[in-house]
Structures are given as structure tokens and as C-alpha cells.
């Protein structure tokens, strides 16, 4: 089975039509950086943990290709795009095989984008709008018959000039044409969006946004709120929001984003209507060891450990809660929320409704209209999966609700849910 796109637009599905979460990891350095035991001992942990994609890059952003691989293989001979070195392009096609056999999808960035923009970082620039469609044309043949890719193009960088953007446009269209079985993104830098380019591409199949690490509370969800508004209607979501372990805003001598950073990132950008979200940890994406490779930006714990890190674990409970429910009838209901500056976001579908409170405190919510006349309340901690049972509510006018805490680090889910429903629930 492949991956396509839901009929109303707005989430991914298998061709069968079962819905798919996209909960991702960044693993952005994974080909290049472990060996095939490392990568394998990776997704096994990933997997654990309820992830359902992995976000890697063929061409790495640091030294990806003048630094060989764990095998001591080059991705490129004489850096030329048309020349890729079948040894290398061996152990990717090894660790996609592991994926794929956990069940596994990878989100597969064909190069970071500092091989088409220069801007920062080690490049070099090495991609043309002729040799991106000659490279695009022959991964997407390499990979037609696998099923466990989604093509991200892209890599963290925004077009600055015709060429460029003509660039990533080639390879997006070389993928599409040579491989239509998998669907495409695109990365964008940090504080953008895909659909600022390249929204009415057809080989965009959903659009990524790129919140990004320069504060503790950017707002996400406002960024899948435009997203959102476009048309044509196309998925959208958060593929990098603030990495567990990160410095905020680069600076470690002040502080650095914790597990609830995370789940507010995630939370409130899933509740805003995206098709799923990305997790990132600091140290993982980068794989750092400080027996072989330097500390990027600031990371300071080996990754077999920071594997392990809280934000991590409590990430699949979004996951869990979504797909207990018809995650694909969601719609964003952010009208219904009458208390001002909550930073709560509201999500209401067939039968339910979910509210994220990222600090707790009292809530007035409108729930008329919802589709049934009382509801079977509930608080659900996403620090833990597990739910607290409330009372149950008539469903017309205003309600009042708190959670069981307030205040940083006690964010929850408020859970409507149709009576009949939870009564079905129970029986079951």
C-alpha cells in the first residue's frame, strides 16, 4: 500500500483508506553519521515509542559530502549530483529496509538545502535546474516500488533566486514524474512555509511549516492557520517545531526547551488542524558522540541517551488520542474557545471534541451545535496517556471547565465526547 491524501484534503491516508498519523522523528544525519547497527538499534527505540516517520536526509548538512559515511563511502563521485556512488546508496537502501520492516515510514530529503542555497552552512553548492532533475529522476526510479517514503525536498533552506527556486522545483518535478507512488513536501527554512513557493505545485503533495528554535512560545498554530485558509486545500504541518535539549534561541547560557515545550508545540499545532506533527531532540538529529564527532549547537548528551529523553515518550500519547477517534473529520474550532489568552486550541470532530490547555485554568468553551446533546467529559494528561474521568454535560450554551492542575509544565487535553459514544466505548 501507498500513501495518499484524504478526499476532504486535510490528512494523509493509506490507499485503503485507512488514516495515517505523521508522527516524526529528525534524524537528519542518520546515513551518514551511524553505522547499520546504530541505525538499526535507532529505529527499533523509535518505533517503541510510537513513531510512525522518520526524517533523514541522503546529501547531509555537515559534510555530507566530503565526510564519508560509516562504511567510509562518499554519497557522490567528484560531487557531481549524476554520479552517485552505488556503495553508499547500499547502506541507505539497508537502513530503508529495516524501517520498512517496523512498520516505518521515512520522510526522505533527497539533499540538504545547502547544496542548492548556499546561505550558512559547509555546502557546497553543487545542484543545477538540469543535474536536480537528472538526481530527482533517478532516486524516484531507485525508489518507485518501496512503500515506506514520503520525498521531502527542500532541507531548511527558502529559494533567494529564480534559479534556485527553479532548482527545487526540478527536483520535485523529477521525483514526480519518475516515481508518482510517493508522496512530496518540501522543508522549508525556519519561520516559513512550503506554500509560500511552491503551494500550487503539482508535485506538492502537503505542505511543511518550520516554527523553528528562536523562542519558547512561538506560535505554530497560527502558522497552520494560514496553511490552512489556502487554496487549493492541501495537508499541512509542523516538520521542525523546538528540539528537545535545544538551546533556546541558540544561547545555552540561558536555557533550553524541556518536554513541556514540546508537547505544546505539538499539541496546539495537531489541534489547529495539521495532518501530524514532527519531534526533535538536539542530540539525536545530529547522532552526537564526542568520541567521533563535534558538538553542533551546543548538544551535550550522547544520542543512545538522549533517545530516551521524557519529551520522547509522551509524544505518542498525541498520536494514541487522535487515532482512538476519527482523527480525519477534525476541524479546527478555535471560535468556540471564549476565554482569552489560554493559548488553548480546539479541534471537533464526529462525535468529539478536544481542547489543549497548555497551562491548565479555567476555560469557557461554547458547545452548541457540536452533532449530540450531552457529552462525557474527561481530562487526558499528555505527560502520561492516562485519562481523568469529569461529568457529563448538556450540550447547548456555555460550559465552564478546569482541569485537575494549572500552571507550567501541567498542560491537558479537555475531552468531549458524545454520551452514545462513550456509553459504546464501555460496553466494548
Not at 56 to 64: K, T, Y
Not at 331 to 346: F, M, N, S, V, Y
Not at 388 to 411: F, Q
Request: proline share 5%.
Amino acid at each position: 500500500m501507498n500513501l495518499c491524501v484524504t478526499d476532504n484534503g486535510r490528512f494523509l491516508q493509506w490507499d485503503d483508506q485507512t488514516p495515517f498519523f505523521y508522527l516524526a522523528d529528525t534524524a537528519w544525519e542518520l546515513f551518514h553519521r551511524l553505522t547499520l547497527e546504530e541505525a538499526k538499534h535507532y529505529l527499533d527505540v523509535r518505533a517503541e515509542q510510537g513513531f510512525t516517520v522518520i526524517q533523514a536526509v541522503l546529501l547531509a548538512e555537515f559534510d555530507g559530502l566530503t565526510e564519508p559515511n560509516q562504511n567510509g563511502d562518499l554519497p557522490l563521485h567528484d560531487l557531481d549530483p549524476t554520479k552517485p556512488n552505488e556503495r553508499y546508496f547500499a547502506h541507505v537502501d539497508a537502513v530503508l529496509e529495516y524501517a520498512e520492516s517496523l512498520g516505518l515510514i521515512v520522510g526522505l530529503l533527497p539533499t540538504w538545502g545547502d547544496k542548492v542555497v548556499k546561505a550558512w552552512g559547509t555546502g557546497p553548492v553543487v545542484f543545477n535546474p538540469q543535474n536536480a532533475y537528472a538526481y530527482g529522476k533517478w532516486l524516484g526510479l531507485r525508489y518507485l516500488h518501496h512503500e515506506n517514503l514520503i520525498w521531502i525536498n527542500g532541507g531548511d533552506r527558502k529559494p533567494q533566486t529564480d534559479d534556485e527556486k527553479e532548482t527545487f522545483r526540478k527536483l520535485g518535478q523529477a521525483l514526480r514524474d519518475s516515481d508518482p507512488n510517493h508522496l512530496i513536501t518540501f522543508h522549508p527554512q525556519g519561520g516559513c512555509h512550503s506554500s509560500t513557493d511552491f503551494h500550487t505545485e503539482d508535485w506538492l503533495d502537503f505542505n511543511q511549516i518550520q516554527s523553528g528554535h528562536g523562542a519558547r512560545r512561538i506560535d505554530n498554530a497560527a502558522m497552520v492557520d494560514k496553511d490552512y485558509a489556502l487554496s487549493p486545500i492541501k495537508p499541512t504541518l509542523d516538520a521542525e517545531p523546538n528540539y528537545e535539549n535545544h538551546p533556546i534561541n541558540w544561547k545555552p547560557d540561558t536555557s533550553r526547551f524541556r518536554d513541556d515545550d514540546v508537547r505544546i508545540s505539538l499539541w496546539r499545532s495537531v489541534l489547529a488542524g495539521a495532518c501530524g506533527v514532527t519531534y526533535g531532540c538536539q542530540d539525536v538529529w545530529q547522532f552526537f558522540d564526542s568520541s567521533r564527532h563535534p558538538a553542533i549547537a551546543f548538544a551535550d548528551t550522547h544520542w543512545s541517551e538522549a533517545l530516551h529523553f521524557s519529551g520522547a515518550w509522551q509524544v505518542r500519547h498525541l498520536r494514541s488520542l487522535l487515532e482512538e477517534r476519527d482523527f480525519t473529520t477534525g476541524i479546527p474550532a478555535q471560535e468556540r474557545i471564549l476565554t482569552e489568552d489560554t493559548g488553548a486550541r480546539c479541534l471537533i470532530g464526529d462525535g468529539w471534541l478536544l481542547c489543549y490547555l497548555p497551562e491548565g485554568g479555567e476555560l469557557t468553551l461554547s458547545v452548541d451545535d457540536l452533532g449530540f446533546d450531552t457529552a462525557a467529559v474527561s481530562w487526558y494528561d499528555p505527560r502520561t496517556g492516562i485519562a481523568v474521568d469529569d461529568d457529563e454535560v448538556d450540550c447547548n450554551g456555555e460550559i465552564n471547565v478546569a482541569p485537575p492542575t494549572l500552571g507550567r509544565h501541567n498542560d491537558w487535553v479537555l475531552c468531549l465526547e458524545a454520551s452514545e459514544l462513550a456509553d459504546n466505548d464501555e460496553e466494548d
